[in-house]
């Protein structure tokens, strides 16, 4: 049984803009010289749609796509954000994590490992750092899931012995998994795919990067943010961090709730 005290985030989708198909918009609109100095595509996409709302391509202020999208972060035109999209795979996380996650709904689709199809008889676990901490209670954490752990494995074999008359495998193995299942703890490690926008994933990290949120979805949150510093610095650029004792960093927007 192996155990998880940290997650991991992998970035593994994000925009393309189909320069042809902007060319043949701005030449339909008399538009002949505009352009944008980044080459990140949610923040092209960003400026544009901002800049549809008031056609105003022709005569774009001087500074850039930063200019341009910092004066969007300080007026709070958030909308214009969410036309920024960036795919995730979280892992290395718990069902509470996940369970809290997807409270975030505008702005983010999910698709998460299924337990009735997936073996958790290889299940790994996440132990939350106040316990592992304290050998004790790590011993008293690994008692208690090795327990659970072995309980789903021999429910999952009953289970099939009983529904040995039903001729479909792989329906009996699932209807054996969907009920042992419910003996597994929150401590269980899954996997989630995350597709979010920015502007959604901004009001993320500024409510899970705080102080105030649990540790395991904190550390989710300065991951993300650590990443998208690098891939849209014009997005995400007005974090100051604070270290907390706990290791993990409390993220503050200088612009908040865009």
Same mark, same amino acid.
């Given at each position: 049984?192996?155990?998880?005290?940290?997650?991991?985030?992998?970035?593994?989708?994000? &925009?393309?803009?189909?320069? &042809?198909?902007?060319?043949?918009?701005?030449?339909?609109?008399?538009?002949?010289?505009?352009?944008?100095?980044? #080459?990140?595509?949610?923040?092209?996409?960003?400026?544009?749609?901002?800049?549809?709302?008031?056609?105003?391509?022709?005569?774009?202020?001087?500074?850039?796509?930063?200019?341009?999208?910092?004066?969007?972060?300080?007026?709070?035109?958030?909308?214009?954000?969410?036309?920024?999209?960036?795919?995730?795979?979280?892992?290395?996380?718990?069902?509470?994590?996940?369970?809290?996650?997807?409270?975030?709904?505008?702005?983010?689709?999910?698709? &998460?490992?299924?337990?009735?199809?997936?073996?958790?008889?290889?299940?790994?676990?996440?132990?939350?750092?106040?316990?592992?901490?304290?050998?004790?209670?790590?011993?008293?954490?690994?008692?208690?899931?090795?327990?659970?752990?072995?309980?789903?494995?021999?429910?999952? #074999?009953?289970?099939?012995?009983?529904?040995?008359?039903?001729?479909?495998?792989?329906?009996?193995?699932?209807?054996?998994?969907?009920?042992?299942?419910?003996?597994?703890?929150?401590?269980?490690?899954?996997?989630?795919?995350?597709?979010?926008?920015?502007?959604?994933?901004?009001?993320?990290?500024?409510?899970?990067?705080?102080?105030?949120?649990?540790?395991?979805?904190?550390?989710?949150?300065?991951?993300?943010?650590?990443?998208?510093?690098?891939?849209?610095?014009?997005?995400?650029?007005?974090?100051?961090?604070?270290?907390?004792?706990?290791?993990?960093? #409390?993220?503050?927007?200088?612009?908040?709730?865009?």
């Amino acid at each position: 049984m192996n155990i998880i005290r940290d997650p991991e985030v992998y970035l593994v989708g994000r &925009q393309l803009v189909d320069d &042809q198909a902007m060319e043949n918009f701005l030449r339909d609109h008399k538009v002949e010289t505009w352009s944008t100095d980044t #080459e990140v595509g949610a923040e092209t996409l960003s400026e544009v749609a901002g800049r549809v709302c008031y056609m105003s391509f022709a005569k774009p202020r001087p500074g850039g796509n930063k200019a341009y999208l910092d004066n969007i972060l300080s007026s709070g035109h958030g909308s214009v954000l969410e036309h920024g999209v960036w795919n995730f795979i979280i892992t290395g996380v718990s069902r509470s994590f996940t369970h809290e996650l997807i409270r975030h709904r505008a702005g983010f689709g999910y698709s &998460q490992l299924s337990q009735r199809y997936v073996d958790e008889s290889v299940a790994e676990y996440v132990e939350p750092d106040a316990i592992a901490a304290d050998p004790e209670l790590h011993q008293l954490w690994l008692d208690t899931v090795a327990q659970s752990h072995q309980a789903y494995m021999k429910l999952v #074999e009953k289970l099939q012995e009983k529904l040995k008359d039903e001729p479909d495998k792989t329906l009996r193995r699932k209807l054996a998994r969907q009920a042992a299942r419910s003996v597994l703890p929150n401590a269980t490690e899954t996997k989630i795919f995350v597709t979010a926008n920015s502007r959604a994933l901004r009001h993320f990290i500024e409510l899970r990067a705080s102080r105030h949120a649990e540790p395991e979805i904190r550390k989710v949150a300065n991951k993300l943010l650590h990443i998208l510093e690098a891939e849209a610095p014009n997005i995400f650029w007005d974090y100051s961090k604070h270290p907390l004792p706990d290791g993990t960093l #409390e993220a503050t927007p200088l612009h908040k709730k865009v």
